[in-house]
Nanobody, 123 residues
Framework: VQLVESGGDTVQAGGSLRLSCAASGYTSGGYCMGWFRQAPGKEREKVASIYSRDGLTWYADSVKGRFTVSRDNGKNTVYLQMNALKPEDTAVYYC??????????????????RGQGTQVTVS
């Protein structure tokens, strides 16, 4: 499975961006897809995830109420709508995919694939 992110950009604080992640290759079956981010000098932070079958989502406390994760199963694509962006949201955002099909409103136990990342800068 290959994951390709897009949508990263530079925006002013308070602005919005939508990231997309398209999966290709062997994509049949259920899955969980999500995003984590990493800023220079900081630890990796899980951001949000969504399960393909039941649509249950999970969010980090730092983004709740501002970010929304969604998926289009027909397009094998997951989105991250980011509103009310803050300078502390600046990071490289990575798309991830797990073969875990169900997991409640929790980050998957294991990530199997990761994209190359897309830069989000909030000034």
């Amino acid at each position: 499975v290959q994951l390709v992110e897009s949508g990263g950009d530079t925006v002013q604080a308070g602005g919005s961006l939508r990231l997309s992640c398209a999966a290709s290759g062997y994509t049949s079956g259920g899955y969980c897809m999500g995003w984590f981010r990493q800023a220079p000098g900081k630890e990796r932070e899980k951001v949000a995830s969504i399960y393909s079958r039941d649509g249950l989502t999970w969010y980090a406390d730092s983004v709740k109420g501002r970010f929304t994760v969604s998926r289009d199963n027909g397009k094998n694509t997951v989105y991250l709508q980011m509103n009310a962006l803050k300078p502390e949201d600046t990071a490289v955002y990575y798309c991830v995919r797990s073969v875990q099909t169900y997991g409640g409103s929790r980050w998957p136990r294991e990530v199997n694939y990761r994209g190359q990342g897309t830069q989000v800068t909030v000034s």
